[in-house]
């Protein structure tokens, strides 16, 4: 059953169409990924969905509710972690839980169980009482999560909730996002880092300029990429000679050429056929290899195939 549906949904600003005619189904139980470079047309699809933004067109349901015409109903059924904190700064970590949770209906002895569940569930039981403008960036993205998931909402919607943390928040997170699946809740994840979208999400939809241009599993889009091969080469003597980039970049086997400092992704059918051309160039310009890896096709390489750009440019 779906918990999300999407009908040629469409919204406009100025006569520009920033989602055009979208269809997607979002099943319940699944964390569901959605990847788009910066304007893709992510975050106005994700307003939309939680009712902050009304579309020009199309329908959308949540629970097989109507967001137009039921929008408060819809709200009580999800939990939104923004990219931007949705904090007050100067009230304590339980009053910012305690806050949200009177705005979904909650009071009394369950707002106490409920503020205290989301806290622990966060790893912030010991700092209820602090108030967040003292807290890291990590633990301000965690107390973020919390606000959301307090009335245990069936579908969580997750934007960009690692952005500028330091690595041990960023697990916790993931493994909160895994849990909270595991208790119930459905997850739409946004991410600029390919590898949480692999490592969390049973499917991932690929947004550009508007449109859902792939949808699938990890491995039915990496179908889609089979018959390309990535190669990292990392030099051994700084950075590459132009000359030697110009010639893989002229080569007819290569598809594309990707530096970075002293590294270069070279994008090609087979690696194997072409290899000897490659080591030649180098040879050629006397470049130097320190570290030569074949990799198997990859979601950034799809995503790179088909929006041009990489995730995070």
């Known amino acids: ?57 199309g329908e959308i349901l949540i629970d097989g509710l109507s967001v137009k015409a039921r929008p408060l109903d819809v709200k009580k059924r999800i939990g939104l972690v923004p990219q931007e904190l949705a904090l007050y ?86 493994e909160s996002v895994k849990t909270l699946n595991q208790m119930g809740s ?11 979208v692999e490592a969390i999400c049973d499917r991932v939809a690929i947004m550009d300029k508007g449109h859902i241009i792939a949808c699938g599993t990890e491995q039915e889009l990496r179908e889609r990429v089979a018959h390309e091969e990535k ?18 970049n002229l080569h007819p086997r290569i598809n594309r050429v990707k530096t970075l400092e002293e590294t270069v992704e070279l994008y090609l059918p087979s690696s194997q056929s072409e290899l000897q051309d490659i080591l030649f160039i180098f040879a050629k310009h006397g470049g130097v290899i320190a570290s030569l890896q074949i990799e198997e096709p990859d979601l950034e390489t799809l995503f790179l195939n088909l929006t041009g750009r990489t995730l995070r440019d």
């Open 1 to 57: 059953m779906a918990i999300a549906e999407l009908s040629n949904v469409v919204k406009r600003y100025d006569q520009k169409l920033t989602v055009d005619h979208v269809n997607v189904k979002i099943e319940e139980g699944e964390i569901f990924g959605l990847l788009g470079p910066n304007g893709a047309g992510k975050s106005t699809t994700i307003s939309m969905i939680c009712g902050l933004l009304e579309p020009d067109g």
């Open 89 to 174: 700064e100067m009230m304590s970590a339980a009053e910012n839980v305690a806050f949200f949770g009177r705005l979904y209906g909650l009071r009394g002895k369950l707002l106490k169980e409920r503020v205290e569940e989301a806290l622990a569930f966060t790893g912030l039981s010991d700092k209820a009482k602090e108030k967040p403008s003292t807290f890291s960036g990590g633990m301000k993205r965690r107390l973020n999560i919390a606000c959301a998931i307090m009335h245990r909402p069936k579908l969580i919607i997750m934007d960009e909730p690692t952005v500028g943390i330091d690595p041990q928040s960023r697990n916790h997170i993931l």
């Open 186 to 196: 459905t997850i739409i994840y946004t991410s600029h880092y390919m590898e949480e």
């Open 231 to 248: 190669i990292v080469i990392k030099s051994g003597a700084g950075p590459l000679a132009p000359e030697l980039l110009d010639e893989l």
